[in-house]
């Protein structure tokens, strides 16, 4: 199946800081990026919609100020947590789904944990 | 909420019997999809079902769906170890572009 890379895979920073978090779609061009977060022993909850070349769509009760997200090109969305503190800490998923596929099959990354200090 | 709840939240068995784990949801759905997550990783990717299917196999996975009762079941056969992991379910809802993810089930297989 595709392959979907996140990077980096953890990262610790300091309250304050913003922090980037870059997906990538290594076999395939992905029109469309998903980013979840999952905090632990729970589920994944839905964060945003990254489309290519348009704004992100986000869910509601998720700050776009504070989460922004950029899909540049077909194979690279990135998630930015700025001013970041302790409750932003969890770990954060991106997925991606093929052109011309509907959204039945998503291809998961293995997700970057996020510890703010 | 529109998320698939889970059942059990927890399950521990031993090596070589077969777990089941159910789902259930709220809305309408095109497909219900099963996910495996081993500790601190991603997702992978087990079986999707479509809403007029109603059972499904894959290698020692079998998947259910009753859309009248709107649930889902998992069952993994002779299970190994190496099924530790949690499982969700997920579901697109129809008219939507999104899965919605349910709140998993952490199995445990003993040696």
């Known amino acids: 199946g595709a392959v979907v890379s996140q990077h980096p895979s953890w990262v610790i920073c300091k309250s304050g800081t913003s922090v980037k978090i870059e997906c990538r779609s290594l076999d395939f061009q992905a029109t469309t990026m998903f980013w979840y977060r999952q905090f632990p022993k729970q589920s994944l909850m839905l964060m945003a919609t990254?489309?290519?070349?348009?704004?992100?769509?986000?869910e509601q009760g998720v700050e776009k100020d504070k989460f922004l997200i950029n899909h540049a090109s077909l194979t690279l969305s990135t998630l930015t947590v700025t001013s970041a503190h302790p409750e932003d800490s969890s770990f954060y998923i991106c997925s991606a789904r093929e052109p011309g596929f509907s959204t039945d099959t998503q291809y998961f990354g293995p997700g970057t944990r996020l510890t703010v200090l | 909420s529109q998320q698939g709840e889970e059942d059990p939240q927890a399950l521990s068995i031993q090596e070589g019997e077969n777990a089941t784990m159910n789902c259930s949801y709220k809305t309408s759905i095109n497909n219900l999809q099963w996910y495996r997550q081993n500790s601190g990783r991603g997702l992978v990717h087990l079986i999707l079902i479509r809403s007029n299917e109603r059972e499904k196999h894959s290698g020692r996975l079998r998947v259910t769906l009753d859309t009248s009762k709107k649930s889902s079941s998992l069952l993994i056969t002779a299970s190994r170890a190496a099924d530790t992991a949690s499982y969700f379910c997920?579901?697109?809802?129809?008219?939507?572009?999104?899965?919605?993810f349910g709140q998993g089930t952490r199995l445990t297989i003993n040696p």
């Open positions: 990254s489309n290519e070349g348009s704004k992100a769509t986000y």
């Open positions: 997920a579901i697109i809802i129809q008219g939507a572009q999104k899965l919605v």
